[in-house]
């Protein structure tokens, strides 16, 4: 089992910056990749940003160049920095991660932090 808790998230201006950080606990050693989604009012959950164990991004076209993933393994942490945030972005955004202990695959998801971007 893993366990993730998010923070960082909050209220800021268009152009403005957010760093989330999303702590994992348990048996964090079974981790394939970690990564954000978001979940807008009225929209489907969307993957943001997500980087696996080998060090690979993965990003959606409408966060590149904005948001930057990445990951301190002494901490078991994982960050998102968010900058030039837009209204479009505002969204709860929700800390995921695969595992893969013994071949048996497992997803877990954070509670999820609110990030509202004011126009």
């Known amino acids: 089992q893993v366990q993730l808790v998010e923070s960082g998230g909050g209220l800021v201006q268009a152009g403005g910056s957010l760093r989330l950080s999303c702590a994992a606990s348990?048996?964090?050693?079974?981790?394939?990749?970690i990564g954000w989604y978001r979940q807008a009012p009225g929209k489907q959950r969307e993957l943001v940003a997500n980087?696996?164990?080998?060090?690979?991004?993965k990003y959606a076209d409408s966060v590149k160049g904005r948001f930057t993933i990445s990951r301190n393994n002494a901490k078991n942490t994982v960050y998102l920095q968010m900058n030039s945030l837009k209204p479009e972005d505002t969204a709860v955004y929700y800390c995921?991660?695969?595992?893969?202990?013994?071949?048996?695959?497992?997803?877990?998801w954070g509670q999820g932090t609110q990030v509202t971007v004011s126009s």
């Open positions: 348990g048996s964090t050693f079974t981790i394939t990749d």
């Open positions: 980087i696996n164990s080998g060090g690979s991004e």
């Open positions: 995921n991660c695969n595992t893969n202990y013994r071949w048996v695959l497992n997803q877990y």
